[in-house]
Each structure stands twice: as structure tokens, then as C-alpha cells.
């Protein structure tokens, strides 16, 4: 058995991705260090994952192209347009297409827009925000939150290479507590 025979482990299907996981492992941890044990701490985490709320949108279409999220002429078009998709990940843990708008400025106010209508105690929570190589627009939504709520804490962190390679650079994403995914 070893040095640590006598651990155990609960896996869960946290149904987030990237960041998102992230954060439910950083509330986990400060969860733990309020003195819940592993089974109160699984228990939140099932509990809490459905209000992970994971808001982003990307910068170029075609690497949603190419991942077949978006057919060619919807990438080749909306690029020209300059339309920016809004997405999300639902409950089950998919990646659902929201709206889209026209405009890089519009699509990161959109995100903010979401926070506004379902985040649970803004105060209270640690926001992430998570970007692919753009810091600058991750630094312009860390902003409109600041404006619109009272949050003690952000935190901004590249998002990794697999989610990068799915929707290239110019991704940004919100993450938060809300009443509902």
C-alpha cells in the first residue's frame, strides 16, 4: 500500500472544462480549509457544479471550423461580418451556442451581461477569467466586472492548449457562481 495506503479518493464528473474546473477546485480547497472533510467536500462539489457557470466567446471562426462546430460558410461569412459567437457549457457539460453578435467589444460585454442576470453572490466568489494569448481583452472584462459588481477577487489565467486548440487565440471566458449554468 505504501506511503499513502490509507487515502481515498471520490471522483466526480465536475461537467466544466478548463478554468471552470479550475475554479470549482479553488472553492473545493478553500471549502477544505473551512474544515470540510471528503465527504461533505464531494457532496459540495456535486451540489455547486451546476452553478458553474462557464461564459465565453472566441475572436475568430475558423477554428470552430475546423472542429466542426461551424460550417465553412458560417465561418467565412461571420469572420467578414465580424460576428462573435456567444457560447456556454450546459449542465450535461456541452458546449451550446448562445447568440452572436457583431463586434469583439459587444461579444465581451455580452459575457458581462450574462454575470448581471444569474450570478449568486458576486461579492462573496472569486471570478476567473480565462483567455487564449489575449490579455488585454481579459484585462477590458475584469473591468466591466469591477464596474458592474463589488467582487474582492479576480483571477485571470491562460486557458491550455487543448481548449486553445479548439478555438484558437482570442478566446475569452467568464466564470462565476450563478443560480443556474
Known amino acids: 500500500m505504501g506511503q499513502y495506503g490509507n ?4 471522483c466526480i ?3 466544466a472544462a478548463s478554468v471552470g474546473e479550475g475554479m470549482l477546485v479553488f472553492a473545493a480547497a478553500h471549502k477544505k480549509a473551512e474544515g470540510m472533510n471528503l465527504e461533505q467536500l464531494a457532496q459540495w462539489v456535486e451540489e455547486n457544479r451546476d452553478h458553474a457557470c462557464h461564459w465565453f466567446t472566441v475572436d475568430d471562426l475558423n477554428h470552430l471550423k475546423r472542429g466542426g462546430r461551424v460550417s465553412t460558410v458560417t465561418a467565412v461569412v461571420g469572420t467578414a461580418l465580424g460576428i462573435k459567437p456567444i457560447l456556454h457549457v450546459d449542465v450535461q457539460g456541452n458546449l451550446i451556442p448562445v447568440s452572436n453578435v457583431r463586434g469583439r467589444k ?3 460585454e455580452a459575457l458581462v451581461d450574462q454575470m448581471v442576470k444569474t450570478c449568486i453572490n458576486p461579492k462573496d466568489q472569486t471570478i476567473f477569467i480565462g483567455h487564449g494569448d489575449d490579455m488585454e481583452a481579459a484585462e477590458y472584462v475584469k473591468s466591466l466586472v469591477n464596474e458592474k459588481f463589488n467582487v474582492k477577487n479576480i483571477i485571470i489565467s491562460d486557458m491550455g492548449p487543448v481548449i486553445g486548440s479548439h478555438t484558437g487565440c482570442g478566446i475569452i471566458a ?3 457562481f450563478g443560480t443556474e449554468k
Open 13 to 15: 464528473d465536475s461537467k
Open 7 to 10: 487515502r481515498r479518493i471520490i
Open 174 to 176: 467568464l466564470f462565476f
Open 106 to 108: 459587444k461579444s465581451l
